[in-house]
């Protein structure tokens, strides 16, 4: 079976499947509600023993966030308005727990999230995971169905909590007959390493319980009951990981730096609080590319500013003193917002998107603005603004930038100190890179967008993807450029896009002076070997050959050799 590789890597596990979206809760008579009650109760009892269990393992590795997520679900166990009205539908109304569960948990998420306060407006997604955690409970009756042994999940969907809690044990690989790409599943998945493929449609039918499956999520493919040959293809994989893994050990901390002494940083690349623990483990030194759009893309309604607020400020705490860089909201061309209201356009990535749209939009704007202010107070925050072609958008939103700080200081909010810089990713912005340093204080090189301009190849396209590539040696010209302009004006200057973390291309970052690289939170360890084996001097004259390269194809045998 196929599916689309979401966490690259390869597992060969027995398939434990989640087929709790299936569960009866239709309503169904019950005469003896007594032991009704008490299968309630034992099932209570044993979410709230897993729920304890799993935040005490979250607390000993210092991951406390996600024990904070799960006290809340472990607090509606003894609520009266979620449990306590529970029992009152199962006894007055003599039906099954199922029922009772489902009913009311639909309720009480609409209710909070009626709410005029947005924090328990979020809390409508704990009841979404402590009712499917009811009713696995509920089918189990007493016995736990936690694995005991490696497994790898298989399931329609599963929910964050899920994934933390598997993922804290025996969780080898996951495989999502739904998923999007950018789910907080595959999030966590990414962040935690675990394989990854979804939209594997039918899978739940023709994998049973138990089944040895091998998942190939380098190749897109499912195995069932997989073949001599296919179980010799896993081995080797498995060694080369094992010996990579032993290799990359002591990449995992302290700080980064060539061979010859200079140093560099790496960064990584997130879209949520949840990845925070992975980057510490990882040994990342800040985050370079906090990509805010799925927290609106989430949403039916535009975030406001305490949302935000809570939502950028446990990302501060979480990386206790590291910098954090957050990219304002990126909307339009592949992201799109319906709730925005942006009309269809004939070229999206061309189109009315990132800082277009929010200069035009200050109800927008300005509560995220307000709340990347308020979280620099907590830590060290800058601010960068996206799809940049022209410095008189940075002028602009530089303007608003200062006018919500004195908002702030009439309301007598606390605001940090923000650096604002601008991913430099369209070729206008590479052009005018000479003056738009002397108007920022960092730039980050976006070279995911910056390819597809500049060789007009849509980044999607795969009839493309020869011109779209980071081998260009256009493409190199224009970093060198961008990294030539920042240095002159004394500002620093970053790799966010996917390039930076490209093995080959690293030395020709070294060479062309790239202070920080910021990278997906799995490959930090692989990246900062790569930067210690550099030497400055011979990437400079590495650099210099590759810039005068004609062809893609040379630039590749420069940098192979
Ligand atoms: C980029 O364009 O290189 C980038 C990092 O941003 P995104 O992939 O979100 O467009
Ligand atoms: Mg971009």
């Known amino acids: 079976m196929k599916g689309t590789v979401a966490v690259g890597g390869m597992a060969l596990s027995q398939a434990c499947l989640f087929l709790e979206g299936q569960a009866d809760v239709s309503p169904h008579h019950v005469e003896n509600t007594d032991a009704e009650l008490q299968r309630l109760q034992t099932a209570s009892a044993l979410c709230a023993g897993e729920l304890s269990a799993l935040i005490e393992s979250l607390r000993q590795n210092a991951v406390a966030d996600q024990a904070e997520i799960l006290d809340f679900q472990l607090l509606l166990l003894e609520d009266e308005n979620y449990m306590g009205r529970i029992a009152c539908i199962v006894q007055g109304e003599q039906v099954n727990c199922e029922y009772a569960v489902a009913r009311h948990s639909q309720l009480y998420r609409e209710e909070l999230s009626a709410l005029d306060n947005p924090y328990l407006n979020e809390r409508a997604a704990d009841i979404s995971d402590i009712e499917q955690r009811l009713l696995r409970a509920l089918s189990r009756r007493g016995k736990t169905a936690l694995p005991s042994h490696p497994v790898i999940a298989v399931a329609q ?309 020869s011109l779209n590539s980071y081998f260009q040696p256009a493409l190199l010209r224009m970093v060198e450029r961008i990294c030539r302009c920042a240095h002159e004006k004394g500002i620093e200057v970053g790799i966010c896009g996917q390039a930076g973390e490209v093995e080959q291309l690293i030395p020709l970052w070294v060479g062309m002076g790239v202070d920080e690289l910021s990278v997906s939170i799995p490959s930090i360890p692989r990246v900062r070997r790569r930067i210690s084996r550099c030497d400055t001097a011979a990437c400079r004259e590495l650099a210099g050959r590759a810039l005068a390269c004609i062809s893609e194809a040379e630039v590749r045998k420069e940098v192979e050799q």
């Open 157 to 465: 969907d599963l929910t964050p909590s899920q994934v933390v809690e598997l993922g804290h044990g025996k969780l080898e690989g996951i495989i999502l007959e739904k998923g999007g790409l950018s789910s907080h599943c595959v999030i966590l998945a990414r962040s935690m390493g675990i394989p990854c493929i979804i939209g594997a449609a039918g899978i739940l039918a023709q994998v049973e319980q138990g089944q040895p499956v091998l998942l190939d999520a380098e190749a897109g493919e499912i195995v069932p009951s997989p073949d001599e040959e296919a179980v010799r293809r896993y081995r080797q994989y498995q060694e080369a990981k094992q010996r990579e893994r032993q290799s990359l050990e002591q990449f995992r901390c302290g700080k980064t730096a060539t061979a010859d002494g200079r140093t560099m940083k790496v960064y990584a690349n997130i879209t949520s609080h949840l990845e925070v623990p992975g980057i510490l483990e990882q040994g990342g030194e800040g985050v370079g590319l906090l990509r805010t759009e799925m927290l609106y893309m989430e949403q039916d309604a535009p975030p406001d500013e305490e949302t935000q607020f809570s939502f950028y400020s446990a990302i501060v705490k979480g990386l206790a003193g590291r910098p954090l860089i957050i990219r304002t909201l990126d909307v339009g061309g592949d992201k799109s917002i319906p709730y925005l209201g942006i009309p269809p356009e004939e070229n999206p990535f061309l189109g009315y998107r990132a800082i277009r749209y929010c200069l035009d939009h200050p109800e927008i704007f300005k509560p995220q603005l307000a709340a990347i202010l308020r979280a620099a107070a907590l830590g060290p925050v800058r601010l960068m603004l996206p799809m940049v072609a022209a410095a008189g958008e940075v002028v602009r939103a530089k303007e608003i930038v200062a006018a919500v700080r004195r908002e702030l200081e009439d309301r007598g909010t606390a605001a940090g100190p923000v650096p604002v810089g601008i991913m430099v990713e369209t070729p206008a912005a590479a052009v005018m890179a000479d003056q738009l340093a002397g108007l920022v204080d960092f730039f980050s090189i976006g070279t995911n967008d910056l390819t597809q301009y500049l060789f007009a190849a849509d980044r999607n396209n795969a009839r493309v993807a």
